[in-house]
């Protein structure tokens, strides 16, 4: 073969340049066994074409060849050398590598270089080798790997890169990791829909990079989920004044389209040095999910007593699965009385759990993590269509008994609830207006246009709706506005305190039960006293303007067999009379 330096043709040339972006060399090697240094002869094939295409810092006193050597790193050629000492000593007929030049604007390109060698007589090697230009392959390669490390909505890191980089950090080295979570995130989706959404979270992404700045990675592991993993040498204090700085900079008001959105985040924080990375993230987890637990918009740091709670509120979980499976909930009934007359107006449902091992567990306790799990739906419907039968039933003797059932707002969200309540009235054939559900102004807080959707329609159908546990929210008095109501209860720790031994208190607290009734009787609605203990407490009540009455001074939750016996002994007022007494005026 003839190695040439002369100029290839314009049009092989224009080929080369076009497309083939690659150098052909040809080299003739001895290996010497005595002498220090092989004795190599190269020439490249193509020089005036891979000049063109490979514009390396050219030095007038070199070949383009010594000038290629030299664009390659310290590492690049002393990586080329051992690559060809291997291949001569294990007779290879074929390497190759990849490795990064320097052309002269200072611009890096990336080469592969491949290697064909054939020892043609013992120590004497015939190579001939090809460089290419594999930038644009190397760059896709580096996008997707960078795509496989980062979310693609906001650019962040995401989960993939955190287990990465926690798995190259050293052992011994403490790290802080803080996993956020905003809180009612669902809503904004749910509301004003996943563009809005998205924006959301871009715009809050970027307000956690401008917090955390060099003193960690910003994370997101989905959803509305971050997490940010402390610089290694991050103090404890540090960590937690920066997960202060998150939370106070995500309460910022956000305008979004026009909309300003108020989002606030829980925090857990959690601490390494010999973790595995999923522990880590769990455990931070774990104390994000106390956070919520705790009433959200709060820092938690993670304890190992908080890690036996979980567990075991995972255990709960999985018996309460079972056991709304096997109808193992069932409904005690409080009495709803007449102050007046102390007659019995209806019964309010209360959700009760009889666990075989754990025994009677309170509402308060699983009804959070059903609404948590989604559980409420299908257990809110079974004990809606016990209420509806099990009134049915004593209506035979109560004609006009109404029955009460608390909802929670999860419930409500769900676009089918009105529907699924009218069809169970219609299979228990209980009239509408003799169910009550009880809704809580944290419905409010949810602000969407989904729930009031349902509860109009509960409303247009004849259900009768309470506002349950009045005057314990942000937003008492904007919920009397917004809900189509029949009747309130006032929350059990105004009538509580109305009898409290400091007079100014009580005398404060009497006010403002007069308050809410007076507000109540402008806006027609019955309002209820809740917790009445002692019968001081139900005479206050009724002196201050309130209609009926529960409590364990007036009657205990009774189970349904109990109910049957008080039934028997009771007089039930009539409904009707009641309300027409009173001048209510329900919408028909
Ligand atoms: P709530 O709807 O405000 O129910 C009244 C709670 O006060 C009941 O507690 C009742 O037993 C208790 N109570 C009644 N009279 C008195 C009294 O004189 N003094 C005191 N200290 N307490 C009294 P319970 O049954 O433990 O229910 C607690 C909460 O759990 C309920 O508050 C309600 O928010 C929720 N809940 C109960 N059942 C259900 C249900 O089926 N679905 C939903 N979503 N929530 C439920
Ligand atoms: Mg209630
Ligand atoms: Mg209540």
């Not at 609404?371 to 509806?388: H, N």
Request: negative net charge.
């Amino acid at each position: 073969m003839e190695l040439s330096n002369s100029r290839p043709p314009d049009s092989l040339t224009a080929y080369v340049l076009d497309n083939v972006r690659c150098l052909i060399w040809h080299a003739y090697v001895f290996i010497s066994s005595e002498e220090k240094n092989n004795s190599w002869k190269i020439k490249i094939l193509n020089e005036a074409a891979a000049q063109c295409w490979l514009p390396i810092k050219r030095h007038p006193e070199n070949s383009f060849l010594q000038d290629l050597y030299l664009a390659c790193s310290p590492l690049a050629q002393a990586q080329g050398e051992v690559m060809f000492t291997e291949a001569f000593q294990h007779k290879k007929k074929r390497c190759g590598r990849q490795f990064p030049m320097t052309l002269a604007d200072g611009s890096e390109i990336w080469i592969h270089e491949d290697v064909h060698l054939e020892e043609v007589q013992p120590d004497h090697w015939h190579i001939v080798g090809v460089l290419t230009d594999v930038t644009t392959h190397k760059l896709s390669e580096e996008r997707l790997l960078y795509l496989a490390h980062h979310d693609s909505l906001t650019q962040l890191p995401n989960r993939g890169y955190l287990f990465e980089v926690l798995a190259k950090a050293p052992s011994q080295s403490m790290r802080y990791l803080l996993y956020l979570d905003l809180d009612n995130f669902k809503v904004i989706n749910d509301t004003l829909g996943h563009p809005i959404g998205d924006l959301v979270l871009f715009h809050l992404s970027n307000r956690l990079r401008s917090v955390v700045g060099m003193s960690g990675d910003v994370v997101r592991l989905g959803g509305d989920e971050f997490t940010v993993l402390l610089r290694p040498d991050a103090s404890k204090t540090e960590a937690q004044e920066l997960a202060e700085s998150l939370l106070q900079q995500i309460r910022q008001p956000l305008i979004v389209e026009g909309q300003t959105l108020y989002l606030s985040t829980s925090i857990g924080i959690a601490a390494t040095t010999d973790l595995d990375a999923p522990s880590l993230l769990r455990n931070a987890d774990i104390a994000m999910y106390a956070a919520k637990y705790q009433g959200k918009n709060r820092i938690v740091a993670f304890d190992s007593e908080m890690e036996r709670a979980v567990r075991s509120r995972f255990e709960l979980e999985g018996e309460l699965r079972k056991a709304i499976d096997k109808d193992g909930i069932g409904l005690v009934y409080q009495p709803i009385l007449r102050l007046d007359s102390r007659k019995l107006i209806g019964l309010e449902g209360l959700a009760r759990w009889s666990h075989p091992t754990l025994g009677m567990i309170p509402p308060d306790q699983f009804i959070p993590i059903a609404e948590e799990t989604g559980l409420i739906i299908p257990l809110g419907l079974r004990l809606l269509k016990q209420a509806c039968q099990q009134a049915v039933h004593w209506r035979r003797q109560h004609p006009d008994l109404v029955v009460g059932l608390n909802v929670s707002v999860v419930q409500l969200m769900e676009e089918t609830f009105a529907q699924d309540v009218i069809r169970i009235l219609e299979e228990t054939g209980l009239p509408s207006e003799k169910l009550t559900l009880e809704v809580t102004e944290s419905i409010l807080a949810e602000g969407c246009d989904p729930v009031l959707r349902q509860l109009w329609l509960l409303y247009e159908a004849g259900v009768s709706l309470v506002l349950d546990d009045f005057g314990t929210g942000y937003s008492s008095f904007s919920a009397l506005s917004e809900l189509p109501l029949h009747a309130l209860k006032i929350d059990r720790t105004f009538l509580a305190r109305a009898i409290d031994p400091s007079r100014a208190r009580a005398e404060r607290n009497k006010a403002l039960i007069r308050a809410i009734t007076s507000a109540a009787q402008v806006l027609d609605l019955i309002v209820i006293a809740e917790g009445i203990e002692a019968e001081q407490q139900a005479s206050l009540a009724e002196s201050l303007g309130c209609q009926l009455g529960q409590g364990y001074h007036l009657q205990r939750p009774l189970t349904p067999q109990a109910l049957n016996n008080y039934l028997g002994q009771v007089a039930s007022a009539s409904v009707q009379d009641f309300r027409e007494s009173l001048v209510f005026l329900r919408a028909a």
